[in-house]
DNA sequence: TCGTCAATGTTGCCAATGGAAACATGCGAG
DNA sequence: CTCGCATGTTTCCATTGGCAACATTGACGA
């Protein structure tokens, strides 16, 4: 061992080991799907040991749990900023739900992460907070476009909310094949949408 | 090692391995959750080795879709039998769509392993049949209620499944939470359920 | 200045898991 | 009767999450 290493020897301590594996944790989830989601490869990935996580984040859900709750940021943001330009009040309400479906398209390992309850600790103060933030932006969509009393209103939104959830939930679990038919692909998909948002 | 063994000795053979194993897997999913599906327990529980399995099922996924495909069927007799008594087809609509969150929430894990494709090859006969005959109650349902052209028809039915699977899926990850305030419980979500499909 | 300590990482270990390979058993067709 | 093939078992391996013990580093106070 030289006195002093040479100038690509990797130092002891990594200076921002955790964002360097959320990073690689989100990298991953994206190219390689949930299930790639290993504290043993995230690690690899940054180049640390298997058990550098631990002083960061408690275990392996803690770390998916902050991966979620950085989703739920992104996610509150991707709906409000489709919804900004939109004149009328459900005009914002559909795009809102177009919001909804098309990031669930966009990151479909996130998203299906964040609404997984089973790989996650919503304890973790980060990833509560990110989830009431996203919900209150889809509550005040639905309450602008339909006013009314709060037994009604909390029907309206676990309706808009189910059918939102319900179709991107079907389409990543790749369910709507029948009901997609030739019109495959994220394109046929958000076309099935607008169609259904038309009905009314 | 007795020439004749007494009789309490398990045979060699177990005789009816592939049905108990898939009793065994639905017992442990009800109980203990989908994540205990584990190859080695369940053969345990049956009191046969890891690998027996595998002559009846090629890998963990193979058994399990074909519990999936089990639950699809019973699925499918369910909203069936709860449509059967209803008036009207709009009735029977409604009727199918309390039956879905019904079994959603009779069956939580079962329910998350057959919409969730990950753990399933969706490839196998079985699967693949009984998943059609499921979507066709669905479909037969809302075409009944809403008779209509082919392109509005995907529409309907693809939305009424979603508010039904979004619906179930929120509640089955404890996501209505803030919605159902002190209304907690099935009893609770059911109650919202109906003041939803009482809103159009 | 220097010594102590907390934060940050690493190595080594463990039990559990899914799967492959080689082997054992026994039913049933010829 | 006997031999083939379906059905099970044993053994082995790589991977994983987590725990415990130890190493390194920088910061802070006597």
Redesign the interface.
């Known amino acids: 061992m030289a006195v002093s290493p040479p100038s690509d020897a990797k130092p002891y301590h990594h200076g921002a080991l955790r964002h360097a594996l959320l990073a690689a944790a989100e990298a991953r989830l994206a190219q390689a799907?949930?299930?790639s989601l290993t504290l043993r490869a995230i690690a690899r990935d940054v180049g640390a040991s298997h058990t550098a996580p631990r002083n960061h984040f408690d275990d392996l859900t803690g770390l998916l749990s902050e991966l979620a709750a950085m989703g739920f940021e992104r996610f509150a943001r991707h709906l409000l900023a489709a919804a900004a330009d939109q004149p009328t009040a459900m005009a914002r309400l559909n795009a809102t739900g177009r919001a909804y479906v098309e990031f669930a398209l966009a990151h479909p390992g996130l998203f299906q992460l964040m609404?997984?309850?089973?790989r996650l600790d919503?304890t973790r103060p980060a990833l509560r907070d990110a989830m009431?933030r996203a919900?209150l932006v889809l509550?005040e969509a639905v309450a602008a476009a339909h006013p009314s009393d709060a037994?009604?209103m909390?029907?309206?939104?676990?309706?808009a909310?189910?059918?939102?959830?319900?179709?991107?939930?079907?389409l990543l679990?790749?369910?709507?094949g029948?009901?997609l038919?030739d019109q495959a692909g994220a394109a046929g998909a958000m076309r099935?949408l607008d169609?259904?948002l038309?009905?009314?």
Request: hydrophobic share 45%; net charge negative; proline share 5%.
């Open positions: 799907g949930p299930d609404f997984r309850g089973e919503v009431a919900y509550q037994e009604e909390s029907a309206r939104v676990a309706r909310w189910s059918m939102a959830h319900g179709f991107a939930m079907l679990d790749d369910q709507l029948p009901l038919g099935l169609t259904i038309a009905i009314d």
